[in-house]
């Protein structure tokens, strides 16, 4: 698959930035996330990348159907900043490594669908977390791209990152290779991210209301419609009965 994919467009189509699911299943898997994205934003800082957490990243354009939200992915070669959401056709990458904070109730997606769609739009590095060792004994294993196809990392490493990985609680620490110095994730920043996860919620939460509502409007709005047919066509019916028995329906009573 092509990592962008583009068609003619000829109407003005809406890309979401939500589909109102939870940032994650508990709190310690949102920890792991938040903790990845500080660690390697505060990394990354400086450098023409991004880290997003828990943004819709759509890689067909024309097709808003066609998207995945990674739990945690890391794009190079952007303009850094952030962004309400990710499409593959305007910034012309995609990402390089994707982490996935992963548990029983999303394993199969995490090990089937998202696993073959990140093979096929060429992301480097695949990696999935399961902070709780619910089904990776290990907790966390990760695939690198060789060619067109997935295998297995067996080093612990990231390529495109150039940071060691390791486990440490459930949380994963990430470990330059060039000093060995272990990243670390400042308070502030971890405080400032949550803030910005759960301001774009709220946001997208009213937004979501908002289409509720005007559904509810239009829903109202269309049985008033209905009720207004079927008494115009209940009045022609009753007009035309009375015609039937020779009654004038508008004339008057002598």
């Given at each position: ?73 890391v794009?190079?070669?952007v ?49 999935q ?8 004994p ?39 290779e060039d ?76």
């Amino acid at each position: 698959m092509s990592p962008v994919v583009s068609i003619p467009q000829t109407t003005d189509i809406v890309y979401p930035s939500s589909d109102g699911k939870p940032l994650a299943e508990t709190s310690v898997h949102v920890d792991a996330i938040l903790n990845t994205v500080v660690a390697l934003r505060q990394y990354l800082t400086g450098q023409a990348a991004i880290v997003l957490a828990d943004q819709f990243l759509y890689y067909a354009q024309g097709y808003p159907r066609l998207r995945v939200a990674p739990d945690v992915m890391v794009i190079f070669n952007v303009t850094p900043g952030p962004r309400d959401n990710y499409k593959t056709w305007e910034e012309g990458q995609i990402p390089a490594v994707i982490f996935e904070i992963t548990s029983p109730g999303t394993k199969d997606e995490d090990q089937s669908h998202k696993k073959i769609l990140y093979e096929q739009l060429g992301v480097q590095e695949y990696w999935q977390f399961d902070p709780k060792g619910e089904w990776i004994p290990e907790q966390l294993k990760g695939y690198r791209l060789r060619g067109e196809w997935y295998e297995s990392i067996t080093d612990a490493r990231s390529e495109p990152l150039k940071l060691r990985l390791q486990v440490e609680g459930q949380l994963i620490s990430f470990y330059r290779e060039d000093t060995g110095e272990k990243l670390l994730a400042p308070d502030e920043l971890r405080q400032a991210l949550s803030q910005e996860v759960l301001a774009r919620q709220q946001a997208e939460l009213q937004l979501e209301q908002e289409h509720q509502r005007a559904e509810q409007e239009r829903q109202r709005a269309e049985q008033e419609r209905q009720r207004a047919e079927q008494a115009e066509a209940e009045t022609t019916r009753l007009r035309a009965k009375l015609q039937a028995l020779g009654i004038d329906p508008d004339g008057e009573n002598e």
